[in-house]
């Protein structure tokens, strides 16, 4: 099984800042990777997969990176709607899927 | 619009089973591969519980609840199923379903499995 290992835990931002999150996968997982953003009480939402395609209807602020074992999504000029949990997941070697434990994007 | 709509959650004793069910609309349903996913309350990531192919053929399960539960699916009434069985305290969790097999594009708002005495 891959582990994801997502860091940091926590990240606090203020608003119109950027954030830089990271994700590394325990193997290879080439470039198939995504990243999702969960507010409190709603489901994930699908922002980037393929390492670095946007989701339909994902603002151009977002953008990922990486391939491999390294991996990176960046948010540009964070909007208040934008502090969440954001996971990364691999699909490369399934089952079984695995998320990383998430970072936190908090407001400073 | 693509919706997905989970029900049949509850609360339920330990060793007991439900049937969770996920109706999808805004998309050709046969055509994709779904996937359920739960997560405990306030704690941490999603975590994968099972896959199923577009025709049902194909099934795939996590290690975690092999054997008690079974996915499957109707493709006229556009439903995907779980059939959750010998429940245990740790299988409480929100549940949700998914559409795709890899990076899951949409996701249903969940239902609320609680296993309790």
Known sequence: EIVMTQSPATLSVSPGESATLSCRASQSVRTKLAWYQQTPGQAPRLLIYSASTRATGVPGRFSGSGSGTDFTLTISSLQSEDFAVYYCQQYNNWPPLTFGGGTKVEIK | ?117
């Open chain 2, 1 to 117: 619009e693509v919706q997905l709509l989970e029900s049949g959650g509850g609360l339920v004793q330990p060793g007991g089973s439900l049937r969770l069910s996920c109706v999808a609309s805004g998309f050709t349903f046969a055509n994709s591969g779904m996937t359920w996913f739960r997560q405990a309350p306030g704690k941490g990531p999603p975590e994968w519980v099972s896959s199923i192919t577009d025709s049902g053929g194909v099934t795939y399960y996590a290690d975690s609840i092999k054997g008690r539960f079974t996915i499957s699916r109707d493709n006229f009434r556009n439903t995907l199923y779980l059939q959750v069985t010998g429940l245990r305290d740790e299988d409480t969790a929100v549940y949700y379903c998914a559409k795709g097999r890899w990076a899951q594009d949409y996701w249903g708002q969940g239902t609320l499995v609680t296993v309790s005495s």
